[in-house]
């Protein structure tokens, strides 16, 4: 059984909990069956970016028959989502939005960038991940592990001031400073290691996080959901959910 009231504390003290798989050994066979057949596959189809790396994701529908819709539909998953919603004093009318997207990694070229993924907030209020495939080799700077300001803002009045906000963050300039010693230190950042059997909780809207470079030829797979959106009706949402499809398409250059 998880321990739901820990995994709150953790997530406010800590701003991240770290929490054991809650399936069983059947579907992690189904994980990783799916990841030789139908992701593995997929690297070769790919163009290395700016940041050396080969590297798509599929997310809900693009997952044909994969192990990870069941996960979404466990029931301990489920429980632990609502119950930490509820914590947050977040009043659920409708079904509660879960959006799975599962991304593969592999490094080919050792650049002199920091970071493999730029700083971000969710859209979704909670992420949760947990790796399908840890890199090997896990010296420093070559791990890609998670790297977060916790907990930073609240849930914004309205779409639109939710999208000045990013716009306001998530560009070159605000990217590069949240790179400087003394904002890590200002703002409590923390690197976060992917562990095996191991599930990074967080509260993906509030925190400003990204990813760490990763070097040395290694590759890396997780799986990601996220779950709550709260301005899941907006236009603009719509519109980037729309988009990102058609950059995940474009990714996979057949």
């Known amino acids: ?25 059947k579907i992690s066979n189904e994980i990783d069956d799916y990841y030789t057949n139908n992701l593995l596959p997929l690297i070769k189809d790919t163009k290395i970016d700016k940041f050396g790396n080969r590297n798509f994701s599929l997310a809900d529908e693009e997952l044909n028959n994969s192990p990870f819709e069941k996960i979404k539909k466990s029931s301990d998953f489920i429980n632990l ?69 916790p907990n930073i803002r609240n849930i914004a009045m309205s779409s639109y001031t939710n999208y000045i906000f990013k716009f306001l963050t998530q560009n070159s300039i605000c990217r590069k400073i949240a790179n400087y010693n003394f904002i890590k230190k200002i703002f409590n950042s923390k690197v976060v290691d992917l562990q095996e059997n191991k599930i990074i909780l967080f509260y993906g809207y509030r925190t400003y996080h990204g990813n ?12 990601i959901y996220h779950i709550y959106n709260p301005h899941k009706e907006s236009r603009i949402d719509n519109y980037v959910f729309n988009r990102n499809k058609k950059i995940r398409k474009n990714k996979l250059v057949n």
């Open 81 to 149: 989502y609502e119950n930490l919603l509820k914590m947050n004093h977040i009043q659920i009318k409708n079904k509660i939005d879960v959006h799975n997207v599962v991304m593969l990694q592999k490094n080919e070229i050792d650049t002199n960038f920091k970071v493999s993924s730029k700083f971000h907030f969710d859209a979704f209020y909670l992420t949760a991940i947990f790796p399908i495939k840890i890199p090997e080799d896990k010296k420093k700077d070559n791990f890609a592990s998670l790297i977060i300001y």
């Open 212 to 223: 760490q470079a990763m070097k040395s030829n290694n590759l890396k797979a997780q799986a």
């Open 1 to 25: 059984m998880l321990d739901i009231n820990k995994i709150y504390n953790d997530l406010e003290k800590n701003g991240y909990a770290i929490i054991d798989k809650f399936w069983d050994q």
